[in-house]
């Protein structure tokens, strides 16, 4: 398929690309790279609109997960040096709240770096939620790991508006990554969290060691979930974790992996998070398909 083909299907027949689409477009010589970010510009315009949403998001626990993901240096299996604390207390939950909404943003997004919430956690993240939404008109996000059944119906009725709960790779790639739970595990949160109507917020990391076509796979598999927001990291390495000495993802590959996102989850609203000063440096003015920010 070349580029002109593609800006048919997206914006004159405004159907997403099929897999052997893709993976064409992905094919396509670098050098026709700022043509494809161009396109990935205009699917965005066409699709989302020229909208920037803020979002500001605080780390209420950090550090001490029993889980093992081979990036994250939150975790209690590697030694990074990162801030360790347990569950912030209510009051330093609702500043940092506070001067989310007097910054201008309009989503506050509550990050937990746990592999699930026990009750305690639970319920603290419930009471912390419906705190701001009342003291501040916030609306409200959450993170927190893995979900057993029946904490999403609750975190749904407490006003959380959005779950954010990330694959992180393709299904084929997480097993090297994670041995502590699985891709299925995240997926069935994922499913959970929409089954109970909240929004979901999925996306992953890329520079993990996957190929171009894993990346194509990925995006075609976050598609399957129906997430509104994407949130797209570059690998940068935590040193102290497995992937600590990773070379980073060219500029090229990743404003190439970002643009072929774009195509596959045409009505997404990517956001462009973690790694990206380190990966892209000067072009992260090219990678203007993201429409959020934090
Ligand atoms: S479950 Fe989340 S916080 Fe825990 S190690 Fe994995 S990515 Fe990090």
Redesign the pocket.
């Known amino acids: 398929m070349s580029l002109m083909r593609a800006e048919r299907a997206l914006l004159d027949e405004r159907r997403a690309l099929t897999r052997d689409e893709a993976l064409a477009i992905a094919a396509l010589p670098l050098d026709e790279l700022p043509d494809l970010i161009a396109l990935a510009h205009k699917v965005r315009l066409r699709w989302c609109g020229p909208e920037v949403e803020l979002e500001s998001l605080i780390n209420a626990k950090s550090g001490g ?5 081979a ?2 240096s ?2 209690a299996h590697f030694r990074t040096g990162v801030d360790l604390y347990a569950m912030l207390d209510l009051d330093e939950v609702l500043a940092a709240a506070r001067a989310t909404r007097e910054a201008g943003a309009t989503q506050f997004c509550i990050v937990v ?3 699930g919430p026990d009750e305690r956690l639970l319920t603290q993240v419930l009471d912390a939620t419906e705190a701001v939404r009342a003291q501040t008109g916030l609306e409200v996000a959450v993170s927190l ?1 893995i979900l057993e059944p029946g904490q999403a119906e609750r975190l749904a009725a407490a006003g959380v508006r959005r779950y954010n709960h990330n694959l ?1 790779t393709c299904r084929a790639l997480f097993p090297s990554i ?1 041995s502590t ?1 699985t891709w299925d595990e995240r997926v069935e949160t994922c499913r959970m969290a929409t089954a109970a109507g909240m929004e979901l917020c999925c996306g992953g990391i890329l520079g993990m060691g996957e190929s171009l076509e894993q990346r194509v796979d990925f995006a075609f598999e976050l598609a399957a979930l129906a997430p509104v927001e994407v949130p797209i990291n570059l690998l940068d390495p935590r040193p102290g974790t497995p992937l600590g000495r990773t070379p980073l993802l060219s500029a090229r590959e990743a404003l190439q992996a970002i643009a072929l996102f774009r195509l596959i989850l045409p009505g997404a609203w990517l956001r462009l998070a973690g790694g990206r000063e380190r990966v892209l440096g000067n072009f992260r003015r090219w990678a203007c398909t993201p429409a959020r920010t934090r």
């Open positions: 997960c029993p889980e093992d993901c990036f994250c939150q975790s770096a746990v592999r790991g992180e994670c739970h």
